[in-house]
């Protein structure tokens, strides 16, 4: 039977319709999913994502997400048959410990020379990459506060005072990288008889160690205890949220890390691994980075974040990463010794 000329063009239209979609079936079966182990600020995730995949659509980014001690206890555990493929925005304290262990690649990252030095592992290739610098920070309620007749704190050592009692919480450094970055910056600061001396104060004061670096801010601006020890991202997006929070900056130092990223050693898809290393290193990923962070990797893009100081690097602590990495599991030991029974429940 012969086609008429409008059946045989309908057939082509469906044949080219069907081809297209089996072709789209393909590449979309050819799409590479990237296991990458995050602490990273859900806010922040999506961001991300999205961006990496629009710039590589051949590969699909599987987050697995927790706080920073979580995850950093889970790569440890999972040494001797790791799953991720990268680590992102993870606290380079623990980075570093991992590279310790003898677990990632060394990589530089395409524009890595674009970046601030200053942020990155010193060893070249680096074993990881900064893409922003995180900071202690006191979330104070002044509304809660002035009903407790509570003053406004200026310093660490204003927040070790009775008047404080049971009106503080603040991270618990095992699970948050927030929480180890109080504690071994306070160690450092002082150093460790007196650094342990000032924390069996504070803890008089302290009403619950709680498993995220973000909950002490949120409580303060909920009002459930009026003083938060927390960071400056949350801090900045509670009190940009409408809290009653002030933002306080210690005036002897604040702690600080950096999140970064890493390859691991043992991935079998280092290709599309060092792909990801070079977007989170990229101008873009760090223009994502400058929406919530004051000090970003790339130099130039950050913008004035409200309730941050301008000269807030001024203010970050001298900061031994290695140290802290290296005494990471001897601190954690002796603090939770002093101070577990005040953890909140897991």
């Given at each position: ?227 938060g020890i927390s960071f400056e991202f949350r801090a900045h997006q509670v009190k940009k949220s409408g809290a009653p929070v002030d933002l306080i900056f210690p005036k002897e130092g604040l702690g600080w890390d950096i999140e970064a990223t890493s390859l691991m050693k043992t991935s079998t898809k280092l290709e599309q691994a060092r792909r990801f290393a070079d977007w989170m290193a990229s101008k873009e990923a760090n223009q994502i980075s400058a929406r919530w962070w004051a000090v970003v990797a790339y130099p130039g893009v950050v913008s004035k974040l409200e309730g941050i100081p301008d000269n807030y690097e ?33």
């Open positions: 039977m012969t086609m008429k000329p409008s059946s045989r063009r309908l057939a082509a239209v469906l044949c080219a319709a069907a081809l297209g979609l089996a072709t789209s079936g393909a590449a979309w079966a050819q799409k590479t999913s990237l296991l990458v182990y995050t602490a990273l600020e859900t806010d922040a995730m999506k961001l991300y994502k999205d961006a990496f995949e629009k710039a590589n659509p051949d590969i699909e980014v599987k987050w697995v997400r927790d706080s920073t001690g979580i995850v950093t206890a889970k790569l440890l555990a999972e040494k001797a048959n790791p799953q991720a493929d990268v680590v992102a925005g993870l606290a380079a304290s623990s980075l570093a410990l991992l590279q310790q262990e003898g677990m990632l690649l060394p990589y530089e990252p395409k524009g890595f020379k674009e970046l601030n030095p200053a942020y990155s592992d010193a060893a070249r290739p680096p074993a990881w990459v900064g893409m922003d610098v995180w900071a202690a920070t006191i979330c104070f309620n002044r509304v809660e506060a002035q009903k407790l007749g509570l003053p406004k704190p200026e310093s660490w050592k204003d927040l070790a005072k009775p008047v404080y009692k049971g009106a503080i919480s603040m991270p618990h450094p095992a699970s948050s990288g927030t929480g180890y970055l109080d504690v071994s910056s306070w160690l450092q600061l002082w150093g460790e008889a007196e650094g342990w001396k000032y924390m069996d104060a504070l803890h008089q004061n302290i009403a619950q160690y709680v498993h995220s670096g973000s909950k002490p801010c949120k409580q303060a601006g909920a009002g459930e205890f009026p003083i001024k203010l970050l602590a001298k900061n031994d990463l290695n140290w802290a990495a290296k005494n990471r599991e001897r601190i954690l030991a002796e603090w939770s010794k002093r101070y577990e029974g005040k953890a909140e429940p897991k």
